[in-house]
């Protein structure tokens, strides 16, 4: 099969004025030709196959939207090949934004003062929908969420949960054959994102739309994408299933521990004190285990482990030699905390 | 069927226009105050002159094109060039650099729903008035066709000249003071403000090699220019046609070396 989108070696650099400070600074720069250049996007390389979802990640500033910018076709790379649906995006700018699809959480398309059904008009005569297709949209969105109730009801008097859903609706009216998101659930409350998340699936598996999502909630890629990229600094660090994340990045895990069959009624000194003593025989017992953390929630320790450093059942007997542990459970480490570590420059 | 999508964003912009029902009565308002300044202001101007006329303007001539001259403004300011910047600062403008549509036709038919609104609720009565106000002062006849045609090309130089300038906040980073800029020069270089007749000599021949008197002066000398023949009517909407194709030309250039080199904020 034909890949979808297929990046080789993509660069993007940005020039940015060195600012100076203060008013004499300020007037200089009017006048300066001191530029930095920046590399926002550091040789990407990457294949997308139709239908899939996949999750692209990165903290704030890593390089996303300026790559999601390039397969739109809105920013023309500084070096490299880009090719969406067989075509290069910046030079068939038209074309190719026939073919795709944008969601951006924080900016609506829709025309804020009419009811939801003109804007779907309008896009309608945009992307040159026949009757028909348009027709079967409206119906399968009917069908899919009980859109038509929302259809006469005016943008700007929608919830954002609503919003958001039309946003989405309108974005997948022309049947693109890929669909860029950017942070869709971004403010909306927990029953609203599980709802748009089941709606973004559906329409993936249903239409068959590929799907980039780019998200700070690790809830949706969990729910929705097979899939990750994790980008950071413009590099590409991650690549594969999510499933291999967690492998990949070591097997962390957390075990979870109270010494006291009471310990709700422990004051907090006393937890502390627990705490910092497993702490100090387990950095004694494994001074090679680098990523052993001790934490506290709700009245248990917590023990980050790293199961390639030290092996779980160690450290619990490390402590049980010392006292007696009364209560105690074991968490696989969440999607979130892998990519927390992550973006702190934890692993790698 | 290209034209069909810019008649689709037409017909929303025009609803949209609609639905702000307050603001176009506080345009009314405000159309009005200024109207009552510049009777006071005028009047001053002609009780202080000795003659009746001042550089062969009457008072009622002068009345009859600066209230005409506002009215027109009411309607052909667009405020295009804050559009642009706010779509440029909010980063709105990828998603319609997304859509298979050009942004310089899109942003005019989407604002010109409100062209089409103020006509009818500013400009058609403020005319219908100031024509039995002076009781047959403005003779109607075929001048009636030329202006409607000289004013839609005078809104096609006002939008190019605005997208123009518009454009410019890609490299200020800021609208604000590019678009008093533009405000001041097109006011007052239109014959907006002030009639062109009213300028010196040489001054005026530097304005007749401009665009911008392609806006106001040529449709209000239109109308209310008894005395032009066909031939005149020829040359000034031949002079508006060459500067629309010039500045359409020109606007549509820089948009393109704009957008080529456009960073898009936010995210």
Known sequence: MEQMIKMTDINKEFKILNRHEGIKGSIQDLFSRDYQILKAVDGVTMDIMPGEMVGYLGPNGAGKSTTIKMMTGVLEPTSGEI????????????????????????????????????????????????????????????????????????????????????????????????VFMDEPTIGLDVSMKSKIRELVGTLNKEKGTTIILTTHDMGDVDALCKRIVIIDKGRMIYDNDIEHLRSFFGAYRTIRIQFDRHAQALDGEVLKQQAMEAEEWLRLKFPNAKSLAVSMEDNWIQILINEDEVHMMNVVNCIQEKRQIADMNLQEISTESVIRKIYEGGIV | MRGKRYIAVLRGSIMEGLSFRASTFLRIAGNLVYLIIIYFLWKAIFDSSPADTVNGMNFYDTMIYLVLAAAMFNFMDTFVVYHIGDDYQTGQIVLYLTKPIEYQPFLLFSRLGNCVISFFVTFMPTFIIVYFVTKGSIVLGANLFFFVVSILLAIGVNYCIDFFVGTICFYTQSVWGVNIMKEVVVSLLSGATIPLAFFPETFRKIVEVLPFWTIYHMPLHILTDETMQLSDYMTSLGIQLFWLIVMLGISRLFWRVSVRGLTVNGG
């Open chain 1, 83 to 178: 090719f969406v649906n067989g075509r290069v995006p910046y030079e068939n700018r038209t074309r190719n934004a026939q073919d795709i699809g944008v969601v951006f959480g924080q900016r609506s398309q829709l025309w804020w003062a009419l009811p939801v059904i003109e804007s779907f008009r309008i896009l309608k005569e945009i992307y040159q929908i026949s009757d028909r297709d348009f027709k079967e949209n409206l119906e399968y969105y009917d069908a899919l969420v009980g859109a038509s109730e929302l259809y006469h009801k005016p943008v700007r008097q929608m919830s954002l949960g609503q919003r958001t859903l039309c946003d989405i609706l309108a974005a997948f009216l022309h049947n693109p054959g890929i």
